[in-house]
């Protein structure tokens, strides 16, 4: 059970730290569809120093995945370098519900650091980072002041990585099983046109056909979508993961909630729906998803994953997916999905945000519904 749940636990970084779902990345005034998917796949020093922040913390959550690793690299900090550890974790996850890795991976996105020494210097100097962020959708001023509070417990972390020759390590411990992931991985994944499935079911073009995949080590159980159409993975996940995650992460935000009023007001309708609030009031916040507006873009984009990931013959069980998933959280998921399937929404005759608002005027999500739509899907 912890290797199916651990392969396919998704979060929407972004919905973490602001109060509302966020806007579509701003598109070109006349975008064009595309008709192709171009895919990278790559290594990176960077994003695995910032998901290796969360087990050297010392957070039980993630040790259950790195326990050797902590072993072997925790006795070497001092013990101001673990405190500093350690108060990241309080502030980030612990005050503000977040997840360390996805808040730092989100915003050093925004950056060409590379390196440790890029990577100090942009937690020096924050303000082209900050006005990077500010051109994205993924900006809010609730994150900013979390990760600017965080900057010297970060800078202290990052300085004692380099002192204890972390890049090194890397280098011998994981470049050489992410590089033979890798290899294996690309000969497959251009088979896949996923990027016109999508643009079809949103109904709008994606900033660029280009999916760039960085497969990690140190990610685990996170697949963590960050700026323009990339997102990370971890190594070790099957090809049938890896492909659904990026059809999951090129999905957020699935519509655009500063522009619509009226789907903004009908999604906090759901706030009467006691059977979802019960979920999102009651779950392990390591997972994520600590706001009803967090899990309502969630599981709008997982219920969109799993109608796209099926033609391609990559479906899976779904019962025993979103059983297992999250320990069972993601019920407007399983209500949507239930509702795609009755009305045939993968035949592409209506986008998703205009089938959602539908969905929720016509009460098919009000009323108890949702909890009905839940018995009878796991009932089969």
């Given at each position: 059970?912890?290797?199916?749940?651990?392969?396919?636990?998704?979060?929407?970084?972004?919905?973490?730290?602001?109060?509302?779902?966020?806007?579509?990345?701003?598109?070109?005034?006349?975008?064009?569809?595309?008709?192709?998917?171009?895919?990278?796949?790559?290594?990176?020093?960077?994003?695995?120093?910032?998901?290796?922040?969360?087990?050297?913390?010392?957070?039980?959550?993630?040790?259950?995945?790195?326990?050797?690793?902590?072993?072997?690299?925790?006795?070497?900090?001092?013990?101001?370098?673990?405190?500093?550890?350690?108060?990241?974790?309080?502030?980030?996850?612990?005050?503000?519900?977040?997840?360390?890795?996805?808040?730092?991976?989100?915003?050093?996105?925004?950056?060409?650091?590379?390196?440790?020494?890029?990577?100090?210097?942009?937690?020096?100097?924050?303000?082209?980072?900050?006005?990077?962020?500010?051109?994205?959708?993924?900006?809010?001023?609730?994150?900013?002041?979390?990760?600017?509070?965080?900057?010297?417990?970060?800078?202290?972390?990052?300085?004692?990585?380099?002192?204890?020759?972390?890049?090194?390590?890397?280098?011998?411990?994981?470049?050489?099983?992410v590089e033979k992931a890798r290899a294996a991985m690309a000969q497959d994944l251009p088979k896949y046109n996923v990027i016109p499935r999508i643009e079809s079911a949103?109904?709008?073009?994606?900033?660029?056909?280009?999916?760039?995949?960085?497969?990690?080590?140190?990610?685990?159980?996170?697949?963590?979508?960050?700026?323009?159409?990339?997102?990370?993975?971890?190594?070790?996940?099957?090809?049938?993961?890896?492909?659904?995650?990026?059809?999951?992460?090129?999905?957020?935000?699935?519509?655009?909630?500063?522009?619509?009023?009226?789907?903004?007001?009908?999604?906090?309708?759901?706030?009467?729906?006691?059977?979802?609030?019960?979920?999102?009031e009651h779950h392990n916040p390591s997972f994520g998803y600590n706001t009803l507006e967090g899990l309502e873009e969630e599981d709008c984009v997982q219920a969109l994953?799993?109608?796209?990931?099926?033609?391609?013959?990559?479906?899976?069980?779904?019962?025993?997916?979103?059983?297992?998933?999250?320990?069972?959280?993601?019920?407007?998921?399983?209500?949507?999905?239930?509702?795609?399937?009755?009305?045939?929404?993968?035949?592409?005759?209506?986008?998703?945000?205009?089938?959602?608002?539908?969905?929720?005027?016509?009460?098919?999500?009000?009323?108890?519904?949702?909890?009905e739509l839940n018995r009878a899907f796991f009932a089969k």
């Amino acid at each position: 059970m912890l290797m199916q749940k651990r392969w396919c636990i998704l979060f929407a970084v972004f919905a973490v730290f602001a109060g509302l779902a966020t806007p579509l990345l701003a598109q070109e005034p006349h975008a064009a569809f595309h008709a192709t998917t171009d895919w990278d796949l790559q290594p990176s020093f960077m994003f695995d120093t910032l998901c290796a922040l969360n087990f050297l913390s010392g957070d039980p959550y993630y040790l259950k995945f790195y326990q050797p690793d902590y072993d072997r690299l925790f006795p070497r900090l001092r013990p101001e370098e673990r405190a500093a550890f350690a108060s990241l974790k309080h502030r980030i996850k612990d005050q503000n519900g977040g997840i360390i890795s996805a808040q730092f991976a989100l915003y050093f996105s925004a950056t060409d650091a590379e390196s440790l020494d890029d990577m100090i210097r942009v937690v020096k100097h924050s303000s082209t980072m900050q006005r990077n962020l500010k051109a994205t959708s993924y900006y809010s001023d609730d994150g900013w002041k979390v990760y600017d509070e965080s900057r010297g417990d970060l800078e202290v972390a990052l300085k004692a990585l380099k002192r204890i020759d972390f890049e090194a390590d890397w280098e011998k411990q994981v470049r050489p099983r992410v590089e033979k992931a890798r290899a294996a991985m690309a000969q497959d994944l251009p088979k896949y046109n996923v990027i016109p499935r999508i643009e079809s079911a949103l109904g709008s073009p994606s900033p660029s056909n280009r999916i760039t995949v960085y497969l990690l080590y140190y990610s685990e159980p996170h697949g963590i979508k960050i700026t323009g159409t990339r997102f990370l993975t971890h190594y070790s996940y099957p090809f049938r993961i890896v492909l659904r995650n990026a059809i999951h992460e090129m999905m957020h935000p699935p519509y655009d909630l500063a522009h619509d009023a009226d789907l903004r007001a009908s999604l906090q309708s759901l706030r009467a729906d006691a059977f979802l609030m019960d979920k999102v009031e009651h779950h392990n916040p390591s997972f994520g998803y600590n706001t009803l507006e967090g899990l309502e873009e969630e599981d709008c984009v997982q219920a969109l994953e799993q109608i796209l990931a099926e033609p391609f013959g990559m479906g899976g069980d779904p019962r025993r997916y979103w059983k297992e998933q999250d320990d069972g959280i993601h019920v407007l998921a399983v209500a949507l999905y239930s509702l795609m399937k009755q009305q045939h929404f993968a035949d592409g005759h209506e986008a998703f945000p205009v089938f959602l608002k539908r969905m929720i005027r016509s009460r098919a999500l009000s009323n108890g519904h949702m909890q009905e739509l839940n018995r009878a899907f796991f009932a089969k």
